[in-house]
């Protein structure tokens, strides 16, 4: 099979970046259990609402992602059974291209630059399995679309989701 998968959210925990760096700057108490559903600058004061929006924009914000759990097995796995390149749409920030690829390296080191697509619109794709946080990107994608979860996309409906890298293995790799 040839797999498609996005970094922010999927490999990378962003949301919790979010989190943390809302926190810290504002000496604030938020936890992912806290909220419902949105981004989370939807979920902050509106006062501080730009701030959490403008994190992307910093240097270094994609360069220090925490990992989301499992993941790196899962992807060293598929990789070694089928065609797996990371999808992301890095061009929406400049800064991320050079900082994801950076991340990639030191994180999954086996997916080497010629499985990198760093991109804009997904829907140029042509695969079998899309693994994405963002329905709007499977939506068009002729493949199989897996939604990975996330407080942003829980009342997004009409998607096979999935909730973490073990049910990835499970429905990939059995």
């Keep these: 099979m040839t797999i498609f998968v996005d970094m922010d959210e999927v490999l990378a925990d962003t949301y919790g970046a979010h989190i943390d760096l809302y926190n810290e700057e ?13 981004e ?19 240097d270094g914000f994609f360069r220090e992602l925490p990992v989301i759990k499992d993941s790196q097995e899962v992807m060293k796995e598929l ?15 400049p800064n991320s291209l050079r900082e994801k690829s950076d991340w990639l390296d030191e994180h ?19 695969g079998d399995v899309l693994i994405d946080d963002r329905s709007y ?3 068009y ?3 199989r679309g897996l939604l990975f979860n996330s407080p942003h996309n829980n009342k997004d409906t009409g998607y096979e989701r999935v909730d973490n890298w073990q049910e990835v293995a499970e429905k990939l790799l059995k």
């Design 79 to 93: 990789s070694q059974k089928h065609e797996v390149y990371i999808a992301t749409a890095a061009t929406q920030f």
């Design 137 to 139: 990107n499977l939506k």
């Design 141 to 143: 994608f002729n493949g």
């Design 40 to 58: 989370v600058w939807e979920n902050v004061p509106y006062e501080h609402l730009q701030n959490v929006k403008d994190h992307v924009w910093r």
């Design 26 to 38: 504002f000496n604030a108490q938020l936890k992912l259990e806290d909220i419902a559903s949105g």
């Design 108 to 126: 999954f080191p086996f997916i080497t630059w010629e499985y990198r697509i760093l991109c804009g619109h997904k829907f140029i794709l042509d």
